[in-house]
T-cell receptor, first 110, second 114 residues
């Protein structure tokens, strides 16, 4: 059962553009993680957000956890070709059983 | 550390054949997870082990799938008999446990069942 909605499903942009991807659910989560998966590789953890309204920055990436802890967003400023990949959100409720959304597939063209 | 090591990287087999996927976790990591990734269903949890013991196998699609972890440094996922709909990328991931809550993934096995 798919509990999460990640949007958009696909995104193709030019280098230098800004973008935002979303992870939404009707459930409340204790925390949420974002992973990036490059072609031919496994996902790699980018960040964990825990507190409602929390904002974390990782260079040009800004992650926000919704106030009600039901949703999250990832904003990339001045995207680079190296940002290309599949962005997955992985929320957690209580016990630690990692589940993932379907992801947003991002392509950044030089 | 070499990270999580999966083998083979690619497997092509015919319907009805047995397939065995292998995973060597990061030393000292107590939890091991097997995931399957497809375009249609995304990344699905199949089974996970804690201290070599299977904790939750509710994601295993059917009896054709089985997983073992005979010791802390090795796990296998077996499909017997394989079917074309099993074609996917299979990932093994491990976590240090004790609140570490960070998954380390292998590079995956691309399985094609013809």
């Amino acid at each position: 059962t798919q509990l999460l909605e990640q949007s958009p499903q696909f995104l193709s942009i030019q280098e230098g553009e800004n973008l935002t991807v979303y992870c939404n659910s009707s459930s409340v989560f204790s925390s949420l993680q974002w992973y990036r998966q490059e072609p031919g590789e496994g996902p790699v953890l980018l960040v964990t957000v825990v507190t409602g309204g929390e904002v974390k920055k990782l260079k040009r990436l800004t992650f926000q956890f919704g106030d009600a802890r039901k949703d999250s967003s990832l904003h990339i400023t001045a995207a680079q070709p190296g940002d290309t990949g599949l962005y997955l959100c992985a929320p957690r409720r209580g016990s630690y059983i990692p589940t993932f959304g379907r992801g947003t597939s991002l392509i950044v063209h030089p | 550390d070499a990270g999580v090591i999966q083998s083979p990287r690619h497997e092509v087999t015919e319907m009805g054949q047995e397939v065995t996927l292998r995973c060597k976790p990061i030393s000292g990591h107590n939890s091991l997870f097997w995931y399957r990734q497809t375009m249609m269903r995304g990344l699905e949890l199949l089974i996970y082990f804690n201290n070599n013991v299977p904790i939750d196998d509710s994601g295993m699609p059917e009896d054709r799938f089985s997983a073992k972890m005979p010791n802390a440094s090795f796990s296998t996922l077996k499909i017997q008999p394989s079917e074309p709909r099993d074609s996917a990328v299979y990932f093994c991931a491990t976590d240090g446990g004790q609140g570490a809550e960070k998954l380390f993934f292998g590079s995956g096995t691309q399985l094609s069942v013809l």
